[in-house]
C-alpha cells in the first residue's frame, strides 16, 4: 500500500528524443518520411521514474 503511493511514475517516450540514460533501444527502424533519425519509434515496454530517478529502463525501438 505505502509502496504504491511512493512508487512510480510511469514514462512513454513514444516520438521523443532518445535518451540512453532512460531507455534501452532494442532495434533500429529506418526513418520514414517526416520522422527524425534518433527519436522513439516504439515503446516495448515502458519505464519508471521514482521521484525523478530511474527504476526501470523504457525498451524501445528508435528511427535511425
Given amino acids: ?6 512508487l512510480k ?3 512513454d517516450p513514444t516520438n521523443k528524443e532518445y ?3 532512460f531507455q534501452e ?3 533500429q527502424i529506418p526513418a520514414l518520411p517526416g520522422c527524425k ?3 522513439v519509434a516504439t515503446t516495448m515496454r515502458t519505464g519508471y ?3 525523478g530517478r530511474l527504476l526501470r529502463s ?3 525501438g528508435v528511427f535511425s
Fill in 58 to 60: 523504457a525498451r524501445v
Fill in 25 to 27: 533501444s532494442l532495434l
Fill in 49 to 51: 521514474l521514482i521521484k
Fill in 37 to 39: 533519425a534518433g527519436y
Fill in 19 to 21: 535518451d540512453p540514460n
Fill in 9 to 11: 511514475e510511469e514514462f
Fill in 1 to 6: 500500500r505505502n509502496f504504491k503511493r511512493i
